[in-house]
């Protein structure tokens, strides 16, 4: 707790990030400091993406104010910064939506005198809603930061349990995009991978409900892959798998196999599917088989 409330290390770098110096203002009793109108423009519409990047709805306000206000730029510039503004002005809204969200989910946790999600959700009001508080905010902050307090030893001690438990559920989602996102190119589980998809496995187990459904989805196509086993390499010379089909990705004869069932599905693979591959070792295995028959039957 400090005195603005509650706050984490991340909650205190947005802060020191909004409170850093901004680029000065035009002045018009500086006319030789004055930049060009199209430098002040590019100045601007960098403003408003630190805005957006920030979180601050009063910055993007301001600086959309400022862009409206500004004169004597070229058409094309000029077209760019009203479209700048319009996409401002939206987002301004679903901010003010989500902001109302924020401060009615507050109200509601603390009446359902639900401790943990109280911590989380006064987390973000000092993120992202510490500036410009109505007096109905201001009441409902209130209000929860003194039931926060109250708290006795033991709620506190178990409320930060579960904050550190979803802090490594946090953690563990970013892992599992992190190798999603490098197991992307393979629609196979080749042994080399068991690392990478073994850790994967382990971080969604961790991350649970914190998974989008489509990382979900993934992860469950890699789960049934693992339980199938890897596939062993298989070694044929590409002068020889490239004169057949491919029944796994249909690929012509001719034609370099392509990936299937992941996000690059229709890319290029590296190597050609195993299916592929197994063809032609099945084929090799049954004229050697062949062979030994023959040699068995002669005198």
């Known amino acids: 707790m400090t005195e603005r409330g509650l706050s984490t290390p991340v909650v205190e770098e947005i802060v ?88 009615d989910n507050l109200k509601k946790a603390v009446a359902e005198q639900r401790p943990g999600r109280v911590r989380r959700l006064l987390l973000r009001v000092n993120g992202t809603a510490a500036e410009d508080r109505t007096e109905a905010e201001a009441v409902v902050y209130e209000r929860a930061t003194k039931y926060f307090e109250s708290l006795d030893d033991l709620t506190r001690d178990a409320v930060e349990a579960e904050a550190a438990t979803e802090k490594e559920a946090r953690k ?78 249909h690929a012509d004869q001719g034609v370099n196999c392509v990936l299937v069932e992941e996000p690059d599905s229709g890319k290029v693979r590296k190597d050609p599917h195993n299916e592929r591959l197994q063809l032609i070792v099945d084929e090799r295995k049954a004229e050697q088989r062949k062979a030994r028959q023959v040699n068995l039957t002669r005198p």
Do not use: M
């Open 16 to 103: 020191r990030a909004r409170n850093a110096p901004r680029p000065s203002l035009w002045s018009p009793g500086k006319a030789k400091r004055v930049p060009e109108p199209e430098a002040r423009a590019q100045a601007l519409l960098r403003r408003l993406v630190y805005a957006r990047r920030i979180e601050s709805a009063v910055l993007a306000k301001q600086v959309c104010g400022e862009i409206e206000d500004l004169t004597g730029v070229e058409r094309e510039l000029q077209e760019q910064l009203e479209a700048a503004v319009r996409h401002a002005r939206v987002w301004l809204v679903e901010q003010n939506e989500a902001r109302r969200r924020l401060f």
């Open 172 to 249: 563990a989602a970013a892992r599992v995009r992190s190798a999603l996102q490098g197991l992307r190119r393979y629609d196979a589980y080749p042994s080399d991978l068991r690392p990478q998809v073994e850790g994967l496995l382990r971080s969604a187990t961790l991350a649970g409900e914190l998974l989008k459904p489509s990382e979900a989805r993934r992860v469950e196509v890699w789960k049934n892959r693992v339980a199938e086993g890897p596939q062993a390499p298989l070694h044929v010379a590409r002068r020889y798998w490239i004169q057949r089909g491919c029944p796994r990705c």
